[in-house]
């Protein structure tokens, strides 16, 4: 089983849809979660933290399920912006903050 | 407030040759990781330093080297280089202890984009 796996996407919506990623991972004593944003031929960007309770951030919402490893992110009302590959993002438990393990990324295209 | 800078941004080298990459991470940031993106493919770990001393590596050959300095900036060196090295070498800071816990949001430069021909 890998570290951390993705919904496979590619998502093509339409402007004004709302769409979900689900991602789960591996190491239960995980403790630290994220969603990354990437463009194409960019730097992945930190578009969340995900919390055990759940946070949300605008159209953004991410859960954090631990009993069953999975994390999710709800995009609602999709801008054509919002288009780029979203990393599912956990990182195992370390004394000094270990490695990042990403997903292999979902791609979503918004479309007019 | 400058963010992560990495140097160079492009880079060619031939099989077998030898590279270094740079990286400053955010002022106050005391812990730098490095990744290799490959196309297709989420990042993955190298190397993370953590005030100046290795706390993990990833599974990578030991072609692979990096080092930490006094001002927190660092420095991949990928030795031998092989065809399959070809890749986005990102590196990432986050600001390591805040008080009693680790504080792991990490924030990318910009990457560098080695082609091995």
């Known amino acids: 089983r890998k570290e951390v796996e993705q919904d496979p996407g590619p998502f093509n919506v339409p402007e004004g849809a709302t769409v979900a990623f689900n991602c789960t991972y591996s190491?239960?004593?995980?403790?630290?979660f994220f969603w990354y944003r990437q463009d194409c031929r960019k730097e992945p960007k930190l578009l969340m933290s995900v919390y055990s309770s759940g946070n949300e951030d605008g159209r953004f919402t991410a859960q954090l399920n631990r009993a069953s490893q999975y994390i999710s992110l709800l995009i609602r009302d999709s801008k054509l912006s919002d288009s780029a590959t979203y990393l599912c993002?956990?990182?195992?438990?370390?004394?000094?903050?270990?490695?990042?393990?990403f997903g292999k990324g979902t791609t979503l295209s918004v479309s007019s | 407030d400058a963010g992560v800078t990495q140097s160079p941004t492009h880079l060619i080298k031939t099989r077998g040759q030898q590279v270094t990459l740079r990286c400053s991470p955010i002022s106050g940031h005391k812990s730098v990781s490095w990744y290799q993106q490959v196309l297709g493919q989420g990042p993955q770990f190298i190397f993370q330093?953590?005030?100046?001393?290795?706390?993990g590596r990833g599974n990578f050959p030991d072609r692979f080297s990096a080092r930490q300095f006094p001002n927190y900036s660092s420095e991949l060196n990928v030795n031998a280089l092989l065809l399959g090295d070809s890749a986005l070498y990102l590196c990432?800071?986050?600001?390591?202890?805040?008080?009693?816990?680790?504080?792991?949001?990490?924030?990318f430069g910009q990457g560098t984009r080695l082609t091995v021909v």
């Open positions: 993002v956990v990182n195992p438990p370390g004394q000094a903050g270990t490695a990042l393990i």
């Open positions: 990432a800071s986050s600001l390591g202890r805040d008080g009693t816990k680790m504080n792991t949001e990490a924030f």
């Open positions: 330093y953590y005030e100046k001393e290795e706390r």
């Open positions: 190491n239960s004593a995980s403790q630290s």
